[in-house]
């Protein structure tokens, strides 16, 4: 619109759908009421109505009862409106950025989560602390993914799948995304591999397994001056058979397909120094729904 098409408000108005202020069922005019003046401004006395003040107290205790009650719902390790597992947990599905359901596992099998419940919230759980687990710079040491495929695996595929797992963790794969040949970082720099689920779903439940696909977004690279494997952002989903084995969910295959991936932002990307402190300031977390 040009300046010349613009309506002059010193004009006399219009109609009152013209002005392009106006509000349905209401005017521009603004009424000032001074100390003291009784008055509306049009002869009219205001209405003084106490019950509309004993309604307002009645809205805020109704809220303060509602938050003690929230609060103390969440010591007895069930969410709001969300059962502890099976086909009730799929009320949780109202606030799926919300933790509910049952508490988050106490039980570590060395450093990852174990001792998951036996029912789907359970399976969501492990699928998406697993997919952590397998999604960390630990994998690109032998010895230490070595353990973790023993601790979120069915035990009859450790075996063939450490092995498998040793042949595609190659030198040739370690040098190309810029660590030593056995998989040690180089001086002065910072390997960087997180994977950070963003949201999990059961597409299959049985009474002893469970399939669950897990949204993520991950973390790759070399965090440090000179680097020329910088530290980048992918987006990716692991789907994971799992399998009720000796008390605990574990993973009889997985998979992993691309995205879905968000249009990226307008964020400036951070310097090598302060992608290498986060690293190592930032802790990670136990997830559980």
């Given amino acids: 619109m040009s300046h010349g098409d613009e309506r002059d408000y010193r ?16 005017t521009r005019q603004t009424r000032t009421r001074l100390p003291g003046d009784d008055n509306d401004g049009y002869g009219r006395r205001p209405v003084r109505n106490t019950r509309s003040l004993a309604m307002v107290v009645g809205v805020v205790v109704l809220l303060i009862a509602a938050i003690a009650l929230a609060n103390l719902g969440g010591g007895e390790g069930k969410g709001s409106g969300a059962g502890g597992g099976g086909k009730d947990s799929a009320t949780a599905g109202a606030g799926p950025t919300a933790p509910t359901g049952t508490k988050p596992v106490q039980g570590k099998n060395g450093t990852i989560a174990a001792g998951f419940a036996h029912d789907e919230q359970g399976a969501q759980s492990a699928a998406a602390n697993y ?11 032998k010895a230490q993914r070595d353990a973790i495929l023993q601790a979120v695996y069915d035990p009859a595929v450790v075996t063939s799948l450490q092995a498998d797992m040793a042949q595609a963790y190659s030198p040739q794969f370690l040098a190309n995304v810029g660590l030593n040949e056995d998989g040690s970082t180089p001086g002065g720099m910072t390997f960087v591999s997180r994977t950070v689920p963003v949201g999990t779903k059961v597409t299959a439940q049985g009474e002893n397994s469970a399939t669950v696909e897990v949204w993520c977004t991950g973390l790759v690279g070399m965090a440090g001056e000179g680097s020329t494997k910088p ?59």
């Fill in 131 to 141: 997919a952590v687990a397998l999604g960390s710079a630990e994998m690109f040491d």
């Fill in 231 to 289: 530290v980048t952002g992918t987006w990716f989903t692991i789907t994971q058979q799992l399998k009720w084995i000796e008390n605990d969910w574990k993973i009889e295959s997985s998979a992993q397909t691309e995205g879905p991936t968000p249009v990226n932002g307008d964020n400036r990307a951070s310097s090598a120094d302060d992608i290498a402190g986060a690293v190592d300031g930032y802790g990670g977390f136990t997830y559980a729904r």
């Fill in 11 to 26: 004009s006399e108005p219009g109609p009152r759908t013209e002005d392009p202020y106006s509000t349905i069922g209401g």
